[in-house]
């Protein structure tokens, strides 16, 4: 079936730095591909996504790139500040739109002051 | 800005016993989504919804879970006879028409004991 890889699982930095997370996918079919931040004992919120006839996206300090023929999409964070630590979870539409999400295992990002 | 709501926010049971989770998707959202997270683990896909029926489900979405919408605005998951390992939050989330981007609800903490 389908899966989600993401690494790293954690990662530290330090306030000002930049910060990348990268994720694999299997299923050719995929188009969607969210990213989502979790705050500890908070739901999931997006924070930037990408669909797969882009291959960036840009938000401010937020960028998402994505290379469908390698299938593999990274988030980078830029100017980290402490208030982005907490974990980072990649996600892929399975089946195509309005498909469920495949989640990756989370990367928990600590930004140190 | 709309948003999805769960109650309860924390829900406690003895193993064997059922329980329903209720969630209120945005009101012109079409497709809903049930997603589990176990502690410190990855989201989970359980159940997909659309025109009042499972449009799919994963290998976790035994014959002990179902899911309704009894009425327009209301969206169950039910847990017929809850095992320990039911422990988990589970998440609600909803798909406006047109669009791939999910809304994640707050959450429900399900203990078994």
């Known amino acids: 079936g389908e899966n989600v890889e993401q690494h790293p699982s954690t990662l530290s930095v330090q306030e000002g730095d930049s910060a990348v997370i990268k994720c694999t996918y299997s299923d050719s079919a995929s188009n969607y591909f969210p990213w989502y931040k979790q705050e500890l004992g908070k739901r999931p919120q997006l924070i930037i996504d990408?669909?797969?006839?882009?291959g960036e996206k840009k938000d401010q300090r937020i960028a998402v790139t994505l290379n469908k023929t390698a299938k593999h999409f990274s988030l980078h964070i830029t100017e980290t500040q402490p208030e982005d630590s907490a974990v980072y979870f990649c996600?892929?539409?399975?089946?195509?739109?309005?498909?469920?999400?495949?989640f990756g295992k989370g990367t928990k990002l600590s930004v140190k002051p | 800005e709309p948003e999805v709501t769960q109650t309860p926010s924390h829900q406690v049971t003895q193993m064997g016993q059922e329980v329903i989770l209720r969630c209120v998707p945005i009101s012109n959202h079409l497709y809903f989504y049930w997603y589990r997270q176990i502690l410190g683990q990855k989201v989970e896909f359980l159940v997909s919804?659309?025109?009042?029926?499972?449009?799919?489900k994963s290998e976790i979405f035994d014959d002990q879970f179902s899911v309704e919408r009894p009425d327009g605005s209301n969206f169950t998951l039910k847990i017929r006879s809850t095992k320990l390992e039911d422990s988990a939050m589970y998440f609600c989330?909803?798909?406006?028409?047109?669009?791939?981007?999910?809304?994640f609800g707050p959450g429900t903490r399900l203990t078994v004991l």
């Open positions: 919804f659309y025109n009042n029926e499972i449009s799919e």
């Open positions: 996600a892929s539409d399975y089946g195509g739109s309005q498909g469920n999400l495949i």
């Open positions: 989330a909803s798909i406006p028409p047109l669009l791939d981007t999910q809304y």
């Open positions: 990408i669909r797969s006839n882009v």
